[in-house]
């Protein structure tokens, strides 16, 4: 049980580290929340994202990319809203891990012959506020 906690706390805390050092101040915004950054070209589309404001952003088509979002503060728990909107588009979750104030889920589907892997991550001390959501995504 320790050792599970340990590899969520860091990667929790890799996830963090990695998407913050990925924003570009070059990116045009993504939509009209204020200070929002452009999505990658090649983000794919298969993967729906939460409203609001892309905090951080890197990444490629072949090394995956990494982003966190800080979901509207109208719009409810953006964990939870990022949960379902994936379910609702059509991925299975793979795996969740909950310790503490961390939370982290794994999803995967098939869309337009490309296998897409969303892992999800959220804590409430993250340096980016409590409704921060971290996404990694990779595609095979």
């Known amino acids: ?10 990667v929790l805390a890799g996830l963090v580290l990695l998407v913050g050092a990925c924003g570009s101040d070059e990116s045009e915004p993504d939509s009209t929340t204020a200070g929002s950054l452009a999505l990658p070209d090649d983000f794919p589309a298969a993967v729906p994202v939460i409203e609001g404001a892309v905090l951080a952003v890197g990444g490629t088509a072949k090394d995956g990319w990494n982003l966190t979002v800080a979901g509207r503060a109208d719009a409810g728990d953006p964990f939870d809203n990022a949960s379902t909107q994936l379910l609702d588009a059509g991925y299975t979750e793979q795996f969740q891990r909950q310790e503490g104030s961390e939370s982290v889920k794994g999803f995967v589907a098939e869309s337009d012959g490309k296998r897409y892997t969303v892992v999800i991550g959220t804590t409430e001390a993250s340096v980016s ?4 959501i971290t996404y990694q995504v990779s595609q095979s």
């Open 1 to 10: 049980m320790v050792r599970v906690r340990v590899v969520v706390m860091l």
């Open 129 to 132: 506020g409590p409704t921060a």
